[in-house]
């Protein structure tokens, strides 16, 4: 069965410091991979996707996400977040007509 | 474009009442999802409709919850009777058709129930 695990369930960072948010998934075939953001009383937004290709995919608001089939890892990456990026960030796996979000990480940003 | 639109943004009921969701899905878009968001549970997928057809509905908990797509701009979640476990933020999404488009899912803001 497909899953997806977030490991960290609240990171912290300082305005303007890099950031990476680890995203592993459990699955026999490559799946879709797909990063969310939710800010606080709004719905989720898709920041980026990966399908096929080139495994460094580039999003909104400056997000990148690398996929690793080696490490079945699809990590989010920022190199230097903005206070506005507070918020919770979901990881899902898609898999034919199968969609599975993980737990979600939320990400605090001191100024 | 519009967004995904849903009623109401909150819903205040007492134990027993029922309860009517409702979203509006992204026009062009075929496929439409309910998902329930709870601290305990996360984020599950309750239901979804391809061309206004039921196609997975494992996810609703009980024979408490019903949806139904009458059409291709209207959908609602019915919860009778409610209970205080439903409480939770329920959120409507949309995507086109195809299986790439299937999983960019377009989210509603959201209706926050509370069931007292």
């Known amino acids: 069965a497909q899953s997806v695990t977030q490991p960290d369930i609240h990171i912290t960072v300082s305005e303007g410091a890099s950031l990476e948010l680890r995203c592993n998934y459990s699955?026999?075939?490559?799946?879709?991979l797909f990063w969310y953001v939710q800010s606080p009383g709004q719905g989720l937004q898709l920041l980026l996707k990966?399908?096929?290709?080139?495994?460094l995919v580039q999003g909104i608001k400056g997000f990148e996400a690398e996929f690793k089939r080696s490490q079945s890892s699809f990590n989010l990456r920022k190199p230097s977040v903005h206070w506005s990026d507070a918020a919770e960030y979901f990881c899902?796996?898609?898999?034919?007509?199968?969609?599975?979000f993980g737990t979600g990480t939320r990400l605090k940003v001191l100024a | 474009d519009a967004g995904v639109i849903q009623s109401p943004r909150h819903e205040v009921t007492e134990m027993g009442q029922e309860v009517t969701l409702r979203c509006k899905p992204i026009?062009?878009?075929?496929?439409l999802f309910w998902y329930r968001q709870t601290m305990m549970r996360g984020l599950e997928l309750l239901i979804y409709?391809?061309?206004?057809?039921?196609?997975?509905d494992s996810g609703m908990p009980e024979d408490r919850f019903s949806a139904k797509m009458p059409n291709a701009s209207f959908s609602t979640l019915k919860i009778q009777p409610s209970e205080p476990r439903d409480s939770a933020v329920y959120f409507c999404?949309?995507?086109?058709?195809?299986?790439?488009?299937?999983?960019?899912?377009?989210f509603g803001p959201g209706t926050r129930l509370t069931v007292t």
């Open positions: 026009s062009g878009h075929n496929s």
């Open positions: 899902a796996v898609g898999t034919d007509y199968k969609y599975i």
């Open positions: 999404a949309s995507s086109r058709s195809g299986i790439r488009s299937f999983h960019e899912q377009y």
């Open positions: 409709f391809n061309n206004n057809v039921p196609i997975d």
């Open positions: 699955y026999g075939a490559t799946p879709y």
């Open positions: 990966y399908f096929s290709g080139d495994t």
